[in-house]
T-cell receptor, first 111, second 115 residues
Framework: QKEVEQNSGPLSVPEGAIASLNCTYS??????FFWYRQYSGKSPELIMS????GDKEDGRFTAQLNKASQYVSLLIRDSQPSDSATYLC???????????FGTGTRLTVIP | KAGVTQTPRYLIKTRGQQVTLSCSPI?????VSWYQQTPGQGLQFLFE???????NKGNFPGRFSGRQFSNSRSEMNVSTLELGDSALYLC??????????????FGQGTRLTVV
């Protein structure tokens, strides 16, 4: 059983729309949650971290965490073509420093 | 502040050879983790070093090894290379505050091709 699951997509949204990316995890001791963006041929870039239940907003990005449902999501408002990338959900367990990654969701924003 | 630096960026090796990759973390970061990224398996954790000690290890064969130096720079070594070792190898650094580990920041990666 995979520890972190994401819909691989591809997900296509028109420019200006809201993109919604979802992630579920299986291990209840998971404590820290991250969203990374990876452009083709590049390395992952951290865009959001969230540690407690609820919403966390940073500019056009909102991360949502529901530990009871073991669910993390990322909303991208006013999507831009430059947001086209693969978005990786990552989870860290309590006391550990290694990340478990989902397979990523490829997002395409259509101008 | 300089980011995580990995060298070399690209490598081509022959099956059976060995390879050493290098990672210099962000200044002040003492934890270095290594990951392998392939199209089939995605991003998988190899191992983590903190203060020159391996703290954690992923599910990879013993051909994969690493070490960390007193200046926090880290190297990973892959011996007896196989075609399946072709991948993007990523290094990430972080530090430990009183409240726990911080976010991990990745280097640009080393693209290894085994022929």
């Amino acid at each position: 059983q995979k520890e972190v699951e994401q819909n691989s997509g591809p997900l296509s949204v028109p420019e200006g729309a809201i993109a919604s990316l979802n992630c579920t995890y299986s291990d209840r001791v998971s404590q820290s949650f991250f969203w990374y963006r990876q452009y083709s041929g590049k390395s992952p870039e951290l865009i959001m971290s969230i540690y407690s239940n609820g919403d966390k907003e940073d500019g056009r990005f909102t991360a949502q965490l529901n530990k009871a449902s073991q669910y993390v999501s990322l909303l991208i408002r006013d999507s831009q073509p430059s947001d086209s990338a693969t978005y990786l959900c990552a989870v860290k367990q309590t006391g550990a420093n290694n990340l478990f990654f989902g397979t990523g969701t490829r997002l395409t924003v259509i101008p | 502040k300089a980011g995580v630096t990995q060298t070399p960026r690209y490598l081509i090796k022959t099956r059976g050879q060995q390879v050493t990759l290098s990672c210099s973390p962000i200044s002040g970061h003492r934890s270095v983790s290594w990951y392998q990224q392939t199209p089939g398996q995605g991003l998988q954790f190899l191992f983590e070093y903190f203060s020159e000690t391996q703290r954690n290890k992923g599910n990879f064969p013993g051909r994969f090894s690493g070490r960390q130096f007193s200046n926090s720079r880290s190297e990973m070594n892959v011996s007896t290379l196989e075609l399946g070792d072709s991948a993007l190898y990523l290094c990430a650094s972080s530090w430990h505050t009183g409240g726990g580990w911080t976010e991990a920041f990745f280097g640009q990666g080393t693209r290894l091709t085994v022929v």
